[in-house]
């Protein structure tokens, strides 16, 4: 799972939180639910995902439970990758 929680969480310092402290993204940090991340964002975010990991996201794949932490994103891409 670190090697999936790794490059998303650099990917959300970089890109959503610049300037943050990085110590205060953890993988149960919510990520939806807890403002981080808006709609844009979301939206980037699965971007990401799918050209980093090589997987194609469906839409009723892409909802708050499934990438409000970098625990759920990284299990969702785990369920993903190994069905490709």
């Given at each position: 799972?670190?090697?999936?929680?790794g490059p998303v969480?650099?990917?959300?310092?970089?890109?959503?939180l610049r300037?943050?402290?990085?110590?205060a993204?953890?993988s149960d940090t919510?990520l939806?639910?807890g403002?981080?991340?808006?709609?844009?964002a979301?939206?980037?975010?699965?971007?990401?995902?799918?050209?980093?990991?090589?997987?194609?996201l469906?839409?009723h794949e892409v909802d708050?439970?499934r990438?409000?932490?970098?625990?759920?994103?990284?299990a969702?891409?785990?369920?993903?990758?190994?069905?490709?």
């Amino acid at each position: 799972m670190d090697e999936i929680i790794g490059p998303v969480r650099q990917y959300i310092l970089d890109t959503v939180l610049r300037g943050e402290d990085p110590s205060a993204l953890r993988s149960d940090t919510p990520l939806i639910s807890g403002g981080i991340l808006d709609s844009l964002a979301t939206l980037e975010l699965v971007s990401f995902l799918e050209q980093r990991f090589g997987i194609q996201l469906e839409a009723h794949e892409v909802d708050a439970e499934r990438l409000d932490t970098l625990s759920a994103i990284a299990a969702l891409v785990q369920g993903k990758s190994a069905r490709v």
